[in-house]
C-alpha cells in the first residue's frame, strides 16, 4: 500500500480545507487521518473502516471534519471546517489492517503516507 497526502496550505482561522490522500492497493484496509504538531505527539484525527460502516472522530475534531472515500479515484478525503490556530500540524493519512474498531492510535496503522503541511492564522 503507498499513500500520499496532499491539499494542505495556509488558510485563516473559520476557514475550510480539503486534503486528499491517493492510496493504491487500498481495498479492504481501515484509512485514517493524524496529525502532529511541532514538538507533540502524532494524534489521531479520524478514521473509518474499509466498509465506511464505521468511522470514529478525535473528540477535537467532531463536528468539524469528514472523512470520505472515492474508489473509482482510489482516493480518501479529509474535509475540514471552522478551522483554529491549533489545527496547525502536519497531516498523515494512513492505512491498516484492524478493522473494528477503528484504531486510534498510530501503531495500529501498518502504512503512512507523507505529510502535507496545514497552517491556521488567526
Known amino acids: 500500500v503507498q499513500l500520499q497526502a496532499s491539499g494542505g496550505g495556509l488558510v485563516q482561522a473559520g476557514g475550510s480545507l480539503r486534503l486528499s490522500c491517493v492510496a493504491s492497493?487500498?481495498?479492504?484496509?481501515?484509512v485514517g487521518w493524524f496529525r502532529q504538531a511541532p514538538g507533540k505527539e502524532r494524534e489521531f484525527v479520524v478514521g473509518?473502516?474499509?466498509?465506511?460502516?464505521?468511522?470514529a472522530y478525535a473528540d477535537s475534531m467532531k463536528g468539524r471534519v469528514t472523512i470520505s472515500r472515492d474508489n473509482d479515484k482510489d482516493t480518501v478525503y479529509l474535509q475540514m471546517n471552522n478551522l483554529r490556530a491549533d489545527d496547525t500540524a502536519v497531516y498523515y493519512c494512513?492505512?491498516?489492517?484492524?478493522?473494528?474498531?477503528?484504531?486510534?492510535?498510530?501503531?495500529?496503522?501498518?502504512?503512512w503516507g507523507r505529510g502535507t503541511q496545514v497552517t491556521v492564522s488567526s
Open positions: 494512513a492505512a491498516g489492517i484492524w478493522q473494528q474498531p477503528v484504531p486510534r492510535v498510530p501503531g495500529l496503522y501498518n502504512y
Open positions: 492497493g487500498l481495498e479492504g484496509y481501515a
Open positions: 473509518s473502516n474499509w466498509s465506511g460502516e464505521f468511522t
